[in-house]
């Protein structure tokens, strides 16, 4: 993939050069190349295994997921997006799963650039149905280019509107905020994220947590939680479980020990 830079330096062009070169390298199978892209405080999210991977074990991470044989490889289905210091990635991945089987995945990266280094990496994958199954496409009337821009259309909504901020955001806001039906979205979010609605939401409310906690670090957890949407604590303590590991009185503990 080559760098397409619009006038040098700029946000976009910097998030495009990075991100480009770093899935080359993979392509590459350099996995050296790759660890050295990795920012120190990188977060990397599995979520089609549901899982956050740690720097220290992220070089085992990628190594087992490159092509190793001429029957696995990679196809992308859309040109990389830029939005700001995210990049978006499309791919259909032939790949060996850890049973064994070959499988083909339907894959999408959001890909956010921090100083010129890989900060945070979020992967959506599923499971592409063998081939002659697509019913449920069309009876939605969905392409497989129409599932592709669906599926940038939210994520740019998300990316740049935050309407998860909302308390009260549901499947079918966001569905009339995006021109879809509401099993249209469904559809994308469970077919080709392999997520529902409310894991979708979290997600995004526990992305902005973060980002919050990393302007103002002493902030309350639960004041946080409540101002990027949360509107139950005990959703909000099993979530930040889910992407931590540890409640969030345990979080701080360690993260006190840590510094």
Request: hydrophobic share 40%; glycine share 6%; aromatic share 10%.
């Amino acid at each position: 993939m080559s760098a397409r830079l619009s006038p040098l330096g700029t946000t976009e062009a910097i998030t495009r050069t990075v991100v480009e070169h770093y899935h080359a390298l993979w392509i590459a199978q350099d996995s050296s190349g790759l660890m050295a892209l990795f920012h120190p405080r990188i977060e990397y999210f599995d979520f089609f295994n549901n899982r956050q991977i740690p720097l220290e074990r992220l070089q085992q991470y990628v190594c087992r997921s490159f092509p190793s044989g001429p029957s696995q490889h990679i196809t992308y289905t859309d040109e990389i997006r830029v939005d700001g210091d995210t990049a978006f990635i499309q791919y259909e991945a032939r790949l060996t799963l850890p049973r064994g089987q070959l499988a083909t995945l339907r894959v999408c990266e959001a890909i956010t650039v921090r100083d010129r280094l890989i900060w945070r990496v979020h992967e959506y994958a599923s499971r592409l149905r063998e081939s002659g199954d697509e019913s449920g496409e069309a009876r939605l009337g969905l392409s497989e280019r129409a599932l592709q821009l669906m599926l940038l259309d939210l994520q740019h909504y998300f990316h740049t509107e935050r309407p998860y901020l909302d308390a009260g955001l549901s499947l079918a806001k966001v569905a009339a905020a995006l021109g879809y039906t509401r099993n249209q979205v469904s559809h994308l979010l469970n077919q080709v994220l392999g997520m529902n609605f409310y894991q979708y939401l979290s997600n995004a409310r526990m992305d902005e947590l973060f980002r919050r906690l990393d302007m103002q670090p002493t902030a309350r957890l639960d004041d946080l939680a409540f101002a990027v949407g949360f509107n139950s604590l005990s959703v909000f303590y099993r979530c930040f479980r889910e992407r931590t590991g540890l409640s969030p009185r345990h979080w701080r503990e360690q993260q006190r020990r840590n510094s």
